[in-house]
C-alpha cells in the first residue's frame, strides 16, 4: 500500500498545529521571546472577562454573518430563480455577476473603501437618484460599521451563491419539471412548492461556505475599514493578527486561535454528517 | 407551453430590468476602479468621482506599474509554481483516495477536507514556528511550501471527483496486465486527467494569486511580498495618490480577472467542485 507522504503532510500540517496551537494558548507566552509556563484557561479568561474587544469582535462576526448570509442567499436565490427564465443574454449576465468572486477581497476593499467615502461615491449616487435619506458615513459610523463590511463583501460573494443556486436549479430532472407543470405548478408555484425545497441542499453548501467566510473575514477588513471607530468594524481574525504578530501576545493569539477553530467544528462537524454519503460514493 | 411563455411581456421586461440593475451593481466598482485609475490627479477629487475623463490617459498605469512591479512579479513568482506543484501532488492524492481505497480512507479524506474551511487563525504560530525552523520563514519558497500544503484538500477533492468517474474494471484490467501503482496512474490517469488539471490550476492561481493572509504572516517583506500585500500597504498610505493607488488595484485584480473571462467554464467547474459538488 503506497500511502502519499503528502497526505500525511497534510494531517500533521492541519491537526498537528491545531493541537499546538491549543497548547500554546494554555502556556504564558506572551513576549516576543517564547516561554512555555504552563497557566491554565488565563488566557481564555483575559480575552472573555478583561478584553471588551474581544466581545465586540464576537458581536461584529455575528452581526456580519446575518447580514453578509442573508444578501448573498436572498440575492443569489433570486437571480438565479430570474436567470433560470430562458433568458436571452444569460452568459453575459451570469459572466458579470461571479466576476466579483475572481476579484481577490483587497481590491474589493479598495474599490468600496473609496465607494463608501462619506462625501463622495455610492452617496452621491443617492443624491442624483434623489434617495438622499439613504446617505450615510458608512464605515466612519459607529452604529452602521459592520454592515459595510457586509455589503462589500455580500458584493463579492452573492454572484457565487447565484451559481451554486443556479446549478442546483438546472440539475432539477425535466422529468420532475414537467410533473410539476402537469400537476398546475408553473411559475411561481413551481419554485414556492418544487424547487425552492429541492435545492435545500445549496442552502446548506452556502450557509456553510459563507458562514467560514464570516468567521475568517480578515482581508476585507485590513483593505477597507481596519478596526474602525470604537471598534465597530473589528474581527476576530483581525484582532488575532494584530495581537500575535504586531504585539507578540502569541498566547492570547493562540486563544483567539482555538476560539475561532471551535466556532469552526460546530458549523463543519454537522455538515460534514449530512455530506457523508456523498463523500462515501 | 413553456415556463417561459406562461409570464406575460410585462413580467418579463420586470425580469430584464432587475437582472440590468443587479449588472450595473456587480459592475459599478469596477468601473470606478477603471474610471479612476484612467484619470489625471486633478479630477480624482470626491466631488467628481463619478465624472468621466477628457481625454485618454495611461499615466497613472505607468506610473504605478514602478510602484508595485517587483511585487506584481513576486506574486507570478509565488502563484505558478505553487498552483503547478499543489495540482500535480493533488492528481497524486485525488488518485490514491478515488482508486485506492485503504482502512478508513473515506474518514482520512474528511479530515483533509476540514482544511477548505480551516481558520488559519488557528494554525499561523505554529506555522510560523516550523517555518523559521527550516530556515523557510521570510522566503519566497517558504510561500510558496505553505500554499502547496494548504492547497492539497481542494486540489484532491477536484482530482478524486474525476478519477471517480474512471471505471474501475480498467484499473483492473491494468492490474491483470501487471501495472502497479504509478503505472495505472502514469498510463491510465494522467492522459485523461487534462479537465481536472485545468480546474485545479485556475482555481489554484485564482486563490493563491488573491492570497493576502499567509502572504502577509509569511512574506511581510515589502520588497519581497506579493501583489495583494503591496496593495494593501499602498492603500492604507497618504501620500500615495488616489487614481494611483485605483491604476494598482487594477493591475492587481487583473490576472485573475483575465483567467476569469478568458477560461470561465473551467473556472466555474472550480467553483462548484469547492462547493463539494463534484
Redesign the interface.
Known amino acids: 500500500?503506497?500511502?502519499?507522504p503528502?497526505?500525511l503532510?497534510?494531517?500533521v500540517?492541519?491537526?498537528?498545529?491545531?493541537l499546538?496551537?491549543g497548547y500554546?494558548s494554555v502556556v504564558n507566552w506572551n513576549d516576543v521571546t517564547p516561554t512555555y509556563g504552563f497557566v491554565g484557561l488565563q488566557n481564555f479568561q483575559r480575552l472573555f472577562g478583561q478584553t471588551p474587544r474581544f466581545l465586540t469582535d464576537l458581536k461584529n462576526t455575528l452581526e456580519f454573518s446575518v447580514l453578509f448570509i442573508g444578501q448573498c442567499l436572498i440575492?443569489g436565490l433570486?437571480?438565479a430563480i430570474?436567470?433560470d427564465?430562458?433568458?436571452k443574454g444569460e452568459a453575459?449576465?451570469r459572466?458579470?455577476?461571479?466576476?466579483?468572486?475572481?476579484?481577490?477581497?483587497?481590491?474589493?476593499?479598495?474599490?468600496?473603501?473609496?465607494?463608501m467615502?462619506p462625501?463622495?461615491?455610492i452617496n452621491?449616487?443617492f443624491d442624483v437618484l434623489g434617495l438622499k435619506f439613504l446617505e450615510n458615513k458608512w464605515f466612519a459610523d459607529q452604529n452602521i460599521g459592520i454592515a459595510a463590511t457586509a455589503i462589500a463583501a455580500a458584493?463579492q460573494m452573492s454572484?457565487?451563491t447565484m451559481?451554486?443556486y443556479l446549478?442546483g436549479l438546472r440539475g432539477i430532472s425535466a422529468d420532475l419539471?414537467d410533473a410539476a407543470?402537469i400537476d398546475g405548478a408553473?411559475?411561481f408555484n413551481?419554485y414556492r412548492y418544487v424547487a425552492i425545497p429541492l435545492v435545500m441542499p445549496?442552502t446548506l453548501?452556502?450557509l456553510?461556505?459563507l458562514g467560514?467566510i464570516s468567521?475568517?473575514l480578515?482581508?476585507l477588513t485590513?483593505?477597507m475599514t481596519s478596526s474602525g471607530p470604537a471598534y465597530a468594524t473589528d474581527t476576530?481574525?483581525f484582532f488575532?493578527?494584530q495581537v500575535?504578530?504586531q504585539q507578540y501576545k502569541?498566547s492570547l493569539?493562540?486563544a483567539?486561535?482555538?476560539v475561532?477553530?471551535f466556532?469552526?467544528l460546530f458549523?463543519?462537524v454537522p455538515y460534514?454528517f449530512t455530506?457523508?454519503d456523498?463523500?462515501?460514493? | 407551453m413553456t415556463r417561459a411563455g406562461a409570464l406575460r411581456p410585462v413580467g418579463r421586461l420586470l425580469i430584464y430590468a432587475v437582472l440590468i440593475f443587479f449588472a450595473a451593481y456587480y459592475l459599478m466598482p469596477v468601473y470606478m476602479l477603471l474610471l479612476t485609475s484612467a484619470k489625471p490627479f486633478e479630477k480624482v477629487g470626491v466631488t467628481q468621482m463619478w465624472n468621466l475623463p477628457t481625454s485618454v490617459y495611461l499615466d497613472n498605469a505607468i506610473r504605478a506599474w514602478p510602484l508595485v512591479s517587483a511585487n506584481f512579479w513576486n506574486s507570478v513568482m509565488i502563484t505558478v509554481p505553487a498552483a503547478v506543484i499543489s495540482s500535480f501532488i493533488g492528481s497524486l492524492n485525488g488518485y490514491v483516495f478515488a482508486k485506492w481505497k485503504f482502512p478508513y480512507s473515506n474518514l482520512v479524506f474528511m479530515l483533509i477536507l476540514f482544511g477548505i474551511f480551516l481558520p488559519y487563525q488557528g494554525i499561523l504560530i505554529p506555522l510560523v514556528q516550523l517555518l523559521t525552523v527550516i530556515h523557510l520563514y521570510g522566503s519566497v519558497l517558504g510561500l510558496i511550501f505553505v500554499h502547496c500544503v494548504f492547497g492539497m484538500p481542494i486540489t484532491g477533492l477536484i482530482f478524486r471527483s474525476y478519477f471517480a468517474t474512471v471505471p474501475s474494471d480498467l484499473i483492473d484490467a491494468a492490474k491483470i496486465d501487471g501495472a502497479g501503482f504509478f503505472g495505472i496512474y502514469y498510463w491510465i490517469m494522467l492522459p485523461i486527467a487534462a479537465p481536472a488539471f485545468a480546474v485545479a490550476l485556475i482555481w489554484q492561481f485564482t486563490n493563491i494569486w488573491n492570497d493576502f493572509l499567509l502572504g502577509v504572516v509569511v512574506l511581510s517583506n515589502p520588497s519581497l511580498a506579493p501583489m495583494t500585500v503591496a496593495i494593501n500597504n499602498i492603500a492604507g498610505s497618504f501620500s500615495i495618490e488616489w487614481n494611483l493607488q485605483m491604476a494598482a488595484a487594477v493591475l492587481a485584480a487583473a490576472p485573475t480577472v483575465l483567467v476569469y473571462l478568458f477560461l470561465g467554464r473551467l473556472f466555474m467547474r472550480g467553483l462548484l467542485a469547492g462547493a463539494l459538488k463534484g
Open positions: 500500500m503506497v500511502l502519499s503528502s497526505i503532510a497534510v494531517l500540517f492541519i491537526y498537528g498545529f491545531i499546538w496551537t500554546i440575492i433570486m437571480l430570474l436567470l427564465q430562458h433568458i453575459f449576465f459572466t458579470v455577476y461571479v466576476m466579483p468572486f475572481a476579484i481577490s477581497a483587497i481590491v474589493t476593499g479598495v474599490a468600496w473603501k473609496w465607494l467615502n462625501s463622495s461615491g452621491t449616487i458584493w454572484g457565487y451559481a451554486l446549478a419539471r407543470r408553473s411559475g413551481y445549496v453548501t452556502a456553510i461556505i467560514t468567521l475568517r480578515f482581508d485590513a483593505s476576530p481574525a488575532m493578527f500575535t504578530f502569541y493569539g493562540a483567539i486561535g482555538v475561532m477553530l466556532v469552526a458549523l463543519i460534514f455530506i457523508r456523498e463523500v462515501e460514493r
